[in-house]
């Protein structure tokens, strides 16, 4: 699979939060998104999962056009800011009801999800009752769950103890083995260098630097 941004431009009100970005990603490699808050990392994840549009240029999955031939990726699992789910369910009642959508998960799919990302399958805890830590792990297991082809993780170590933090580098490295693609946005550089094959610093919404031999620039 690849992804390839071509000449992208996104402007908010006239002004541009990312220009003339030109980014290609493929199969079996995780990527890095390095930069402080503001400087475009969630609004190139954004355009990446069609959830906007760009403004200029555009991004096609594989040769076909994002926002045109296609609406979204087929195979996506996102994880973006703070994830919503409805308050009065529990996390495997949340999972289930987002798993009817495509309908290819049994229950023991989404209740070993829950176990692999460090949470109680079995708790009847509404969603509304969660801790901070807990809601980031259903956010990543609601990411995951599907295996998809393309997982995109912001900040997904935000409030996770050590144990699970181990647990969800696991997950990275284990997606990157099955030849998927992997774009991950964190504050900590050296998580980002340890667990990324290329890294992409992004300031003001351009691209200053690319590290990694397996990139490929557009």
């Known amino acids: 699979m690849k992804i390839t941004i071509d000449n992208v431009t996104k402007k908010l009100s006239g002004n541009a939060v990312l220009d003339q970005i030109n980014l290609t990603f493929e199969s079996g490699n995780v990527y890095g998104l390095i930069g402080k808050n503001g400087s475009g ?6 355009l990446v999962s069609g959830l906007i549009v760009a403004t200029e240029g555009q991004i096609t999955i594989d040769g076909r056009m994002l926002g045109k031939e296609l609406s979204f990726p087929e195979s996506i699992g996102i ?3 703070s994830p919503g789910f409805i308050p009065s369910y529990s996390g495997f009642q949340n999972l289930k009801f987002l798993a009817q ?5 049994s229950d023991k799919d989404i209740w070993e999800t829950l ?16 801790s901070l830590g807990m809601k980031q ?21 935000n409030a996770l103890d050590e144990e699970t933090a ?14 998927r693609i992997v774009i991950l946005a964190c504050h900590d550089r050296e998580e980002i260098e340890n667990l990324c094959d290329v890294t992409v610093e992004i300031k003001a919404g351009k691209i200053t630097k690319i590290t990694g031999s397996d990139f490929n620039e557009v």
């Open 166 to 179: 181990d647990k969800i580098r696991e997950i990275i490295q284990c997606a990157k083995d099955e030849e």
């Open 115 to 130: 176990t692999q990302v460090g949470l109680d399958p079995d708790d009847k805890k509404s969603f509304r009752k969660y």
């Open 41 to 46: 990392k969630t609004m190139l994840m954004r």
């Open 101 to 105: 959508i495509k309908g290819i998960l």
């Open 79 to 81: 994880l973006i800011e």
């Open 137 to 157: 792990k259903l956010g990543i297991a609601a990411a995951i769950m599907e295996n998809p082809r393309i997982l995109i993780l912001d900040e997904p170590f």
